[in-house]
Antibody, heavy 120, light 112 residues
Framework: EVQLVESGGGLVQPGGSLRLSCAAS????????MNWVRQAPGKGLEWVSY????????YYADSVKGRFTISRDNAKNSLYLQMNSLRAEDTAVYYC?????????????WGQGTLVTVSS | QSALTQPASVSGSPGQSITISCTGT?????????VSWYQQHPGKAPKLMIY???KRPSGVSNRFSGSKSGNTASLTISGLQAEDEADYYC????????????FGGGTKLTVL
């Protein structure tokens, strides 16, 4: 069974940093492209970042470019999101999501999400 | 890139069919066959319902279907059931000069 479990969320002050993790199981993690998608409270979904299966190709939404860093450790079946210079508008539930194996940018499995709150 | 445009809400009675539209531009929906649709129940993670505009993942009911015409994609749910009540989001690849993925604002489906 495919499982994605996020962790690392919490309350952080504006300007602070946080590192999210996503533990993957039930599939060959190293063969799949992965993403982070976020959802502000009561709002819609927003794509945040993409990383290729090897980690060699990375993309970011303009809203987080230069502040967030996506990475992965295929030996540990884990995906990460380092978030720096956090702002109030980064407050959201952050989901890790797997890319569908047969197409691009369709997210076939999602974690349960981890809440990040940026507030003083 | 702006978000895709969806109606805020739609409703229907059990057994009826409804359609949710998702309007983009020639830079996203109109240019790529990479529209996906997600169902999200309150407090839950989104679930992939349609990808590449009209394909259903394994396990998704054939009551769900997708289509596209020009810059507008559509999700149709036939034979509405109570458990279909949820938020629905469309999504499209929007990369031209840069890699980008855009979501619609979401549509709340109410089963009357």
């Amino acid at each position: 069974e495919v499982q994605l479990v996020e962790s690392g969320g919490g309350l952080v002050q504006p300007g602070g940093s946080l590192r999210l993790s996503c533990a993957a199981s039930g599939f060959t993690f190293s063969s799949y492209e992965m993403n982070w998608v976020r959802q502000a409270p009561g709002k819609g979904l927003e794509w945040v970042s993409y990383i290729s299966s090897s980690g060699s190709t990375i993309y970011y939404a303009d809203s987080v470019k230069g502040r967030f860093t996506i990475s992965r450790d295929n030996a540990k079946n884990s995906l990460y999101l380092q978030m720096n210079s956090l702002r109030a508008e980064d407050t959201a539930v952050y989901y890790c999501a797997r890319d569908h194996p047969h197409t691009a940018m369709a997210f076939d499995y999602w974690g349960q999400g981890t809440l990040v709150t940026v507030s003083s | 890139q702006s978000a895709l445009t969806q109606p805020a809400s739609v409703s229907g009675s059990p057994g009826q069919s409804i359609t949710i539209s998702c309007t983009g531009t020639s830079s996203d929906v109109g240019s790529y066959n990479l529209v996906s649709w997600y169902q999200q129940h309150p407090g839950k993670a989104p679930k992939l319902m349609i990808y590449e505009g009209s394909k259903r993942p394994s396990g998704v009911s054939n009551r769900f279907s997708g289509s596209k015409s020009g810059n507008t994609a559509s999700l149709t749910i036939s034979g509405l059931q109570a458990e279909d009540e949820a938020d629905y989001y469309c999504c499209s690849y929007a990369g031209s000069s840069t890699f980008e993925v855009v979501f619609g604002g979401g549509t709340k489906l109410t089963v009357l």
